[in-house]
């Protein structure tokens, strides 16, 4: 394995970081077994990608039908039906009344620079309002509007201009959703005329921030400022899409609707592709070439995004993402009394997180997370960190996990978070 990582260290910018050093051989619903054989449960597919389980058959067998038909043609030069066909179930599923249209492309931050540039085409504004602590991608764009520093802003010089960064609410460390709301109205006094603001985008849960949720009411609130000022709603449901949260869209929750949904990761079960959904006149607003990419809307990816809708609807699994989640929490809430630096267990459906604090105190614990993850891979079990001060494990297993394997995994989650203590 070293040799391994020394060609890794020596051929791939080291600024692509690592969780790992597992190398994968191959992987099964929630199981990844690495080059030596050796066998891990998956706590992370993929950061939230593989929702329905690594090569789950029905994906591979739509791939594998759209694989001898044919790979690419570019839908802006060949268009096919696929394409149409799953614009039509998104502009269905999406939350909102319709009509609605859909746009693909390949990663979550085009998901996210064409929600911009849709809405700022749409609006003629410029300016943009995120929260801090959010997610939006390693683009300019998608950094600029990121709320956090490091990894993901330090050293690439001036972001993008007119992008601006409110509070977001969040009881643990002391910001009410009046808080943010008061901040938002400040801005519209103090800097940024709400006439020159084409946009707010948020995640109804922040994903690398923390796996906070928007508080009930707060999404409400938003919208009801949105409206006033004629500025869009931009709901980021790239981590939060397809079931995770225990329904298909996390603004369900909620019940509030964006004028675009952008959304990735889960939609292709394992392969690349994002979209943005929104109202047909919003979505229409960009002349023709205004929008699109070489790759975007893949047919192979296209397929599996087919697949992966198929098996949410069929395998309940939005109800399954409710369970699940239920059930890591009942675990975790266990382990309280002895624990200490367990300072919050909370998240909708199977979008779960537990946040340490130095025990006693209210300062964020990231040393503490970081054992926990460790402890966890040395049982072979694979657990991501996440929040502005790397204090929070998340949860994001495969909602297809088969139960023993689930009830073996919380054994070791049990045992690496009582290890981490000494």
């Not at 643990?172 to 020159?196: M, N, S, V, W, Y």
């Not at 397929?303 to 609807?313: G, K, N, Q, S, T």
């Not at 369970?323 to 267990?345: C, F, H, M, T, Y």
């Not at 494990?393 to 978070?417: K, M, W």
Request: net charge negative; aromatic share 8%.
């Amino acid at each position: 394995m070293s040799s391994l990582t020394d060609r890794r260290n020596a051929a791939i910018s080291r600024g692509v970081g690592m969780t790992t050093q597992i190398y994968a051989d191959r992987a099964e619903n929630a199981e990844i077994w690495d080059k030596d054989g050796n066998r891990y449960i998956d706590f992370a597919a993929g950061i939230a990608v593989v929702n329905t389980g690594h090569r789950h058959p029905k994906v591979m067998a739509a791939v594998r039908d759209q694989l001898d038909r044919f790979t690419h043609t570019c839908h802006q030069v060949v268009p096919y039906e696929n394409y149409v066909a799953l614009a039509e179930r998104l502009n269905e599923k999406v939350p909102g009344p319709g009509p609605k249209k859909t746009i693909f492309a390949t990663t979550g931050a085009e998901a996210v620079e064409n929600a911009v540039k849709i809405a700022r085409h749409y609006t003629g504004r410029p300016a943009i309002v995120a929260f801090a602590g959010g997610f939006h991608g390693r683009t300019f764009m998608g950094m600029a509007l990121t709320g956090k520093v490091q990894p993901y802003k330090a050293g690439f010089g001036p972001m993008m201009s007119d992008i601006w960064h409110l509070p977001f609410p969040n009881d643990l460390h002391g910001i009410t959703q009046d808080d943010a709301i008061d901040a938002l109205e400040r801005l519209f006094k103090a800097d940024l005329e709400p006439e020159r603001v084409a946009a707010i985008i948020v995640e109804p849960v922040q994903g690398e921030g923390g796996f906070y949720d928007a508080p009930q009411g707060f999404l409400a609130r938003l919208r009801k400022i949105c409206d006033s000022h004629s500025i869009l709603l931009i709901a980021d449901e790239v981590q939060t899409g397809f079931a995770r949260t225990g329904k298909l869209f996390a603004m369900e929750h909620h019940g509030v609707f964006a004028d675009l949904t952008t959304m990735a990761k889960g939609l292709g079960g394992g392969l690349p592709i994002s979209a943005v959904t929104g109202r047909a006149e919003v979505m229409d607003s960009p002349a023709p070439g205004g929008l699109g990419g070489t790759y975007a809307g893949n047919p192979l990816a296209v397929a599996a995004a087919h697949a992966v809708l198929d098996v949410i609807e069929e395998e309940e699994l939005c109800d399954r993402a409710e369970r699940l989640g239920q059930r890591l929490k009942q675990r975790l809430s266990a382990l309280r009394d002895e624990v200490p630096e367990i300072v919050d267990i909370r998240g909708p459906g199977f979008m779960n997180a537990v946040e340490f604090n130095v025990a006693g105190s209210d300062r964020p614990n990231p040393e503490f997370a970081g054992r926990v993850r460790e402890e966890a891979l040395k049982r072979n079990l694979i657990l991501l960190t996440c929040g502005v001060y790397g204090d929070v494990i998340r949860f994001l297993a495969p909602l297809t996990i088969p139960d023993d394997i689930f009830a073996e995994a919380l054994d070791i989650l049990e045992e690496s978070v009582r290890a981490a203590r000494g």
